[in-house]
Nanobody
Framework: VQLQASGGGLVQPGGSLRLSCAAS????????MGWLRQAPGKEREFVAT????????VYADSVKGRFTVSRDNAKNTVYLQMNSLKPEDTAVYHC??????????????????WGQGTLVTVSS
């Protein structure tokens, strides 16, 4: 599975960005998808995950109510809508895919495939 994330950039605090991740190489609808991020000097952390059909989502407490994960299986794409961005959201954001059993995946170590990441910088 190849994953290509895009949509990162520089945004002011309180602003919004939408990340996209296009997948290829395997039936997209068979994959649990997730977004994870890594800030400078910190470990990679879970952000959000979505089930194969899109009916179930889980968020990290730090982004709950501000971020929304969604997917379009017809377009082989998963999205992360980020609103009310804060400086502490600054990180490289990675999309990831999991082919194993389960509904969603919150453990960063549980993913089988990773994209290269897109940088989000929140600063005035």
């Amino acid at each position: 599975v190849q994953l290509q994330a895009s949509g990162g950039g520089l945004v002011q605090p309180g602003g919004s960005l939408r990340l996209s991740c296009a997948a290829s190489g395997r039936t997209f609808s068979s994959l649990i998808m997730g977004w994870l991020r890594q800030a400078p000097g910190k470990e990679r952390e879970f952000v959000a995950t979505i089930s194969r059909g899109g009916g179930s989502t889980v968020y990290a407490d730090s982004v709950k109510g501000r971020f929304t994960v969604s997917r379009d299986n017809a377009k082989n794409t998963v999205y992360l809508q980020m609103n009310s961005l804060k400086p502490e959201d600054t990180a490289v954001y990675h999309c990831a895919a999991d082919r194993d059993f389960g509904l969603v995946r919150t453990d960063p170590g549980g993913y089988d495939y990773w994209g290269q990441g897109t940088l989000v910088t929140v600063s005035s």
